[in-house]
T-cell receptor
C-alpha cells in the first residue's frame, strides 16, 4: 500500500477560481512533508515544506496545511492562473534510514480560461 | 537551478540492448536517486545512493543496476532493455538526512522499441 495517497487524482478548474488538494500519509515516524509542483516535461520543484509543529504555511497564492494527528495535509491554490496547470506531488520522508522519500502519485490540475 | 544534469535527454533503443543513463551534480550532495515516472504511477524509486559506492534498491529495481564511483556521478544501467522500461527517468539529489527537499534533473525520456 502506498504510504502517501493524494486526491483528487485530477481536476479542471476555471481561471480565477480556488481549489484544494489533499494528501494523506501513513509514514511514521514523521519528519516533514513537502509539496512539489511539476510542470509538463520538467522535473518536480519544491513549493513548500511543513514540519511537525507547523499547521499552515503560505507561499504566494499557495497555502499548505498540516494536521499531524490525522496525518493529513492540503494545498490550497487561490485565484488560480493558467500557469498553475501542473501536477502537485506530496512527499514525506520515509522510515528505514538513508533518506528515502515517499511520493504520492500527484494531483493533476488543469486551469482553463 | 541546482547543479544537476542528466544525459542523454532523449534516447530510443532496441529491446535487448544495454543502456546507461548518467546523472551529474555539482552540489556535492550526499544522496542521489533514480526514479521512473509513468502515467498512473507517479514517481517510483529505482535505486538510490547514500555515498560513494553505497547504493541500495528501491521499489522497482529489477532489470536495473547503478554505480557511484564519485560523489558527483550516479549511473543507471538497463542491462537488457525491455519495452516495459520505456519511461521518463529522473535523477534527484538531496543534501541532508530527513530532509524532503530533493532537486531534480530535467529527465530522460527513454523509448525501447
Amino acid at each position: 500500500k502506498n504510504q502517501v495517497e493524494q486526491s483528487p487524482q485530477s481536476l479542471i478548474i476555471l481561471e480565477g477560481k480556488n481549489c484544494t488538494l489533499q494528501c494523506n500519509y501513513t509514514v511514521s515516524p514523521f519528519s516533514n512533508l513537502r509539496w512539489y509542483k511539476q510542470d509538463t516535461g520538467r522535473g518536480p520543484v519544491s513549493l513548500t515544506i511543513m514540519t511537525f509543529s507547523e499547521n499552515t504555511k503560505s507561499n504566494g497564492r499557495y497555502t499548505a496545511t498540516l494536521d499531524a494527528d490525522t496525518k493529513q495535509s492540503s494545498l490550497h491554490i487561490t485565484a488560480s492562473q493558467l500557469s498553475d496547470s501542473a501536477s502537485y506531488i506530496c512527499v514525506v520522508s520515509a522510515p528505514g534510514g538513508n533518506n528515502r522519500l515517499a511520493f504520492g502519485k500527484g494531483n493533476q490540475v488543469v486551469v482553463i480560461p | 537551478d541546482a547543479g544537476i544534469t542528466q544525459s542523454p535527454r532523449h534516447k530510443v533503443t532496441e529491446t535487448g540492448t544495454p543502456v546507461t543513463l548518467r546523472c551529474h551534480q555539482t552540489e556535492n550532495h550526499r544522496y542521489m536517486y533514480w526514479y521512473r515516472q509513468d502515467p498512473g504511477h507517479g514517481l517510483r524509486l529505482i535505486h538510490y545512493s547514500y555515498g560513494v559506492k553505497d547504493t541500495d534498491k528501491g521499489e522497482v529495481s529489477d532489470g536495473y543496476s547503478v554505480s557511484r564511483s564519485k560523489t558527483e556521478d550516479f549511473l543507471l544501467t538497463l542491462e537488457s532493455a525491455t519495452s516495459s522500461q520505456t519511461s521518463v527517468y529522473f535523477c534527484a539529489i538531496n543534501a541532508r538526512e530527513g530532509d524532503t527537499e530533493a532537486f531534480f534533473g530535467q529527465g530522460t525520456r527513454l523509448t525501447v522499441v
